[in-house]
């Protein structure tokens, strides 16, 4: 693999050449690349620079939707082409609940479908009692759970629970479990992976009904149950303080509930480098906003009004505030 071809792809996602981007990589699958091979090498690492441009504010949502929804007909092309008969066992692929960002996992079901599994896709955001449901229904062999964003971590534990008390193994993936995947063991993955291969590879040496069962790691700390109570009273103190604009009044309070949840999740896996990485990648979105410090500090402040009692969240937003202190 060569830059060349990441740039052609790159070239077709900046014109929203649909056409041409499922050409590119027909030619590719037709010259001898295998599916992870384009996957992951030209659509993954094109769509990662479309998230770097968003985050930097150089595109804006509706720019990097429409790039997005390109790379996933590439995915769906590249799935028609590839006929493989099932061997190895039955996989289902689902995303954490409340994480809408869909495209890597589909990703992943497509690599591993391609290495002979029956997979099953089963989205954006599912919620946990649906899943286990569904593994009582279908019965199979290993779910691989994606998760983008830290703040979604105690969801992921939730269904990493639901999962193994079904006896189901869960190989983890995404940079919502942390740098190396260094907080899926905390909240009870079997193993994490960093690309779709990874997940392939785990799979032959996990992918079977029973390795996953037994219960979750108790958490570090229960504290973070008494964050996510408070989670609106931290919301509603922001909002009245910043008192945004109506057309932005939800963006605003998304943004302090991601925040929250956030630490609750540094706090359940015992990480304050959890919040600090979380804050330090949504200042960079303020910033690439035009929108950087004011709204941060109301909101770290809002939270240390409203968590006073609670020393871990305390000490946490204290480390935090001053990591971005020194990088401002």
Not at 33 to 60: F, H, K, N, P, Y
Not at 149 to 157: E, T, V
Not at 178 to 203: C, E, H, K, M, Q
Not at 207 to 231: S, W
Request: aromatic share 4%.
């Amino acid at each position: 693999m060569s830059d060349a071809e990441v740039r052609a792809y790159l070239d077709c996602l900046e014109r929203v050449d649909a056409p041409a981007a499922v050409r590119l990589v027909a030619g590719l699958l037709d010259a001898g690349w295998s599916v992870a091979d384009v996957l992951v090498d030209v659509v993954a690492l094109g769509q990662r620079e479309i998230g770097r441009r968003w985050l930097t504010g150089q595109w804006s949502v509706a720019e990097e939707h429409a790039a997005t929804h390109v790379s996933e007909l590439v995915v769906a092309a590249v799935a028609a082409r590839t006929s493989v008969p099932p061997k190895a066992g039955h996989a289902v692929v689902a995303c954490v609940e409340g994480e809408w960002h869909a495209l890597a996992a589909r990703i992943v079901a497509e690599v591993v479908r391609a290495e002979g599994w029956r997979v099953t896709f089963l989205g954006a955001s599912v919620p946990a009692r649906h899943l286990v449901s569904y593994l009582h229904q279908s019965g199979p062999d290993a779910v691989l759970l994606s998760c983008v964003q830290p703040n979604r971590l105690i969801r992921a534990a939730r269904m990493i629970e639901a999962c193994r008390s079904a006896g189901m193994p869960v190989i983890a993936g995404g940079p919502g479990f942390g740098p190396d995947g260094r907080w899926a063991t905390a909240v009870g993955a079997t193993a994490w992976g960093g690309s779709a291969r990874d997940a392939a590879r785990l799979l032959v040496r996990h992918g079977h009904p029973g390795f996953g069962a037994g219960p979750v790691p108790p958490p570090g700390a229960d504290e973070y149950v008494a964050v996510l109570r408070r989670r609106r009273e931290v919301v509603q103190l922001t909002v009245r303080t910043v008192d945004p604009p109506e057309d932005r009044a939800e963006e605003v309070a998304n943004a302090v509930a991601h925040l929250v949840d956030a630490l609750a999740a540094a706090i359940r896996v015992d990480d304050p480098q959890l919040l600090v990485d979380f804050v330090t990648w949504q200042d960079a979105a303020l910033a690439g906003r035009g929108d950087k410090r004011p709204l941060l500090d109301t909101v770290l402040t809002s939270c240390a009004t409203v968590l006073a009692e609670h020393p871990q969240a305390r000490h946490y937003l204290r480390l935090t505030r001053a990591a971005v202190a020194r990088s401002g």
